[in-house]
């Protein structure tokens, strides 16, 4: 009998750098998975400093976490039902919200779908978060450091950042400020809001039509209108239509494949020294569906054969 196994071996990880000298705790929420853990609390309470939460895919939210330690917690990747290749288990690792308090800096946060990141106590620095959907919000109540925010779908963020870098990602809203005019925000793509201050904002699309820039350098950004003043490389008045491969109601690409750049695009070589525009371009491009820069099974199958069993297996690599 041949039938497609997409439950416990969701994600292969061989060799991953990310958790070389850490001890790694498996979580599934799904019933009848036996694995070590069956929630994320139960994940977090046995994890010391250091140590990788693996969240595999399921089909019911693994709900809130409060987050006192610093931890690598990584997801399957979402959209895993729209985009070829990505798991053989296409539920996505579900998270309503993840609250950083002291002790949690330097943690890493990747592939996850997630409601929202929280930075509540004072001094956190040295966060990664990198190819999440995150559907509500990024925000910090007291301000950030030294975060690394890239390839991700982002509903809103806002706060205070400093020494940060925000690439390659996807945004509805942005609301964020530096003090030190340490921000840099570039190979992005904006839809409906942006306020920015003391940044260096550049090789970004912009379709976004409330737009508040204070004190920032732009230059080489493609704009649907005049956003941006012209000059320093600074396109106005691009129909976006133009720009990426389905911008308006079309079929076949997914909900994030959708901004890659057609042919002939006018963000195509745009950027600071011929760079792409947009999430693609660049040199750390969007992935798409989020997936971890570790080796996942996208396809599985077994079967059996009198006494032996016969596996079929694809293993892709998505650094």
Same mark, same amino acid.
């Given at each position: 009998?041949?039938?497609?196994?997409?439950?416990?071996?969701? /994600?292969?990880? &061989?060799g *991953?750098? &990310?958790?070389?000298?850490?001890?790694?705790?498996?979580?599934?929420?799904? !019933?009848?998975i036996?694995?070590?853990?069956?929630?994320?609390?139960?994940?977090?309470?046995?994890?010391?400093?250091?140590?990788?939460?693996?969240? #595999?895919?399921? $089909?019911?939210?693994?709900?809130?976490?409060?987050?006192?330690?610093?931890?690598?917690?990584?997801?399957?990747?979402?959209?895993?039902?729209?985009? !070829? #290749?990505?798991?053989? %288990?296409i539920? !996505?690792?579900?998270?309503?919200? &993840?609250? *950083?308090?002291?002790?949690?800096?330097?943690?890493?946060?990747?592939?996850?779908?997630? $409601?929202g990141?929280?930075?509540?106590?004072p001094?956190?620095?040295?966060?990664?978060?990198?190819?999440?959907?995150?559907?509500?919000?990024?925000?910090?109540?007291?301000?950030?450091?030294?975060?690394?925010? #890239?390839?991700?779908?982002?509903?809103?963020?806002?706060?205070?950042?400093?020494?940060?870098?925000?690439?390659?990602?996807? +945004?509805?809203? /942005?609301?964020?400020?530096?003090?030190?005019?340490?921000?840099?925000? +570039?190979?992005?793509?904006?839809?409906?809001?942006?306020?920015?201050?003391?940044?260096? +904002?550049?090789?970004?699309? &912009?379709?976004?039509? %409330?737009?508040?820039?204070?004190? *920032?350098?732009?230059s080489?950004?493609? *704009?649907?209108?005049?956003?941006?003043?012209?000059?320093?490389?600074?396109?106005?008045?691009?129909? /976006?239509n133009?720009?990426?491969?389905?911008?308006?109601?079309?079929?076949?690409?997914?909900?994030?494949?959708?901004?890659?750049?057609?042919?002939?695009?006018?963000?195509?070589?745009?950027?600071?020294?011929? #760079?792409?525009? $947009?999430?693609? $371009?660049?040199?750390?491009?969007?992935?798409?569906?989020?997936?971890?820069?570790?080796?996942?099974?996208?396809? +599985?199958?077994?079967?059996?054969?009198?006494?032996?069993? %016969?596996?079929? /297996?694809?293993?892709?690599?998505?650094?």
């Amino acid at each position: 009998m041949k039938t497609t196994f997409s439950a416990v071996l969701t /994600m292969i990880f &061989i060799g *991953c750098a &990310i958790v070389a000298h850490s001890t790694v705790l498996r979580v599934n929420n799904t !019933p009848a998975i036996t694995v070590p853990y069956a929630t994320l609390q139960a994940a977090y309470d046995a994890a010391a400093d250091g140590d990788t939460i693996y969240i #595999e895919g399921s $089909g019911t939210s693994y709900g809130s976490l409060s987050l006192y330690k610093k931890l690598v917690i990584i997801g399957t990747g979402y959209f895993l039902n729209e985009n !070829p #290749e990505t798991q053989a %288990n296409i539920a !996505p690792s579900t998270v309503s919200q &993840i609250y *950083c308090y002291t002790g949690s800096s330097g943690s890493k946060f990747i592939g996850l779908n997630v $409601g929202g990141f929280a930075f509540y106590a004072p001094n956190l620095q040295d966060f990664v978060v990198l190819r999440n959907n995150i559907t509500s919000s990024l925000t910090t109540n007291y301000g950030v450091s030294n975060v690394l925010v #890239e390839q991700n779908m982002i509903g809103s963020m806002d706060g205070r950042y400093e020494n940060t870098i925000i690439r390659n990602n996807w +945004f509805s809203y /942005m609301n964020i400020y530096s003090n030190n005019n340490s921000l840099a925000v +570039f190979n992005n793509v904006f839809s409906y809001y942006i306020t920015l201050s003391l940044a260096q +904002f550049y090789n970004n699309i &912009i379709y976004a039509t %409330n737009n508040n820039f204070t004190n *920032c350098v732009t230059s080489n950004n493609v *704009c649907s209108a005049t956003q941006l003043p012209a000059g320093n490389g600074n396109q106005q008045n691009v129909n /976006m239509n133009d720009v990426f491969v389905c911008y308006t109601t079309c079929t076949g690409y997914s909900t994030d494949a959708r901004y890659q750049l057609k042919a002939g695009s006018p963000a195509i070589g745009a950027g600071n020294n011929g #760079e792409d525009c $947009g999430m693609f $371009g660049g040199g750390s491009p969007y992935m798409l569906s989020g997936m971890p820069p570790i080796p996942a099974i996208y396809y +599985f199958l077994y079967n059996f054969n009198n006494a032996s069993i %016969n596996v079929n /297996m694809k293993v892709k690599s998505h650094n």
